[in-house]
């Protein structure tokens, strides 16, 4: 797999649970902690990102 569609991927999974976070945070009664946990892999996805970007 060459850098280019590896970061591609790893952007499209970051939207991914972008999109995820937004809904969830618009329902009722959803648990923070898994929010929480989404917004971790978020974090660690676009530090992954920025690494891999500036190499």
Do not use: C, F, W, Y
């Not at 618009?26 to 978020?42: F, H, V, W, Y």
């Amino acid at each position: 797999m060459s850098l280019s569609s590896h970061l591609q991927e790893l952007k499209k999974k970051h939207q991914t649970l972008s999109e995820n976070v937004e809904v969830m945070q618009r329902s009722p009664g959803t648990d923070d902690i898994e929010i929480a946990k989404l917004k971790k892999q978020k974090l660690m996805l676009k530090e992954e990102i920025t690494r891999l970007s500036t190499h």
